[in-house]
């Protein structure tokens, strides 16, 4: 079964930077486009793909994040990474890794990014 573990969030101030990781087990992870999805505030807001890297290592972003977010992968660890760089209050939200174009694994737990001052 696949297995998703996000890490690498935390409190950070405006115009900051992290580096999420997600380590994927279960399947090969080279052999599919893998993206990253983030759930903003609030009740019943629905993941919003932010951003996916193809297996020929071509990424592409969302117009929010673009300029400011890389998504890069290790298949040799069968990780996928996303490095933000000047956060502002708006990326505050739930991050997640998953799938491409291949409907969805079974989601992970996330990890929290919160940007504030």
């Known amino acids: 079964q696949v297995q998703l573990v996000e890490s690498g969030g935390g409190s950070v101030q405006p115009g900051g930077s992290l580096r999420l990781s997600c380590e994927v087990s279960?399947?090969?992870?080279?052999?599919?486009?893998m993206g990253w999805y983030r759930q903003l505030p609030g009740q019943r807001r629905e993941r919003e793909w932010i951003?996916?890297?193809?297996?020929?290592?071509?990424?592409y972003y969302a117009d929010s994040v673009k300029g400011r977010f890389a998504v890069s992968r290790d298949n040799t660890k069968n990780t996928v990474f996303l490095q933000m760089t000047t956060l502002t209050p708006e990326d505050t939200a739930v991050y997640y890794c998953n799938v491409v174009n291949k409907g969805y694994w079974p989601w992970g737990q996330g990890t929290q990014v919160t940007v504030s001052s």
């Open positions: 951003g996916h890297i193809t297996t020929i290592h071509k990424s």
């Open positions: 279960g399947i090969d992870m080279s052999l599919y486009e």
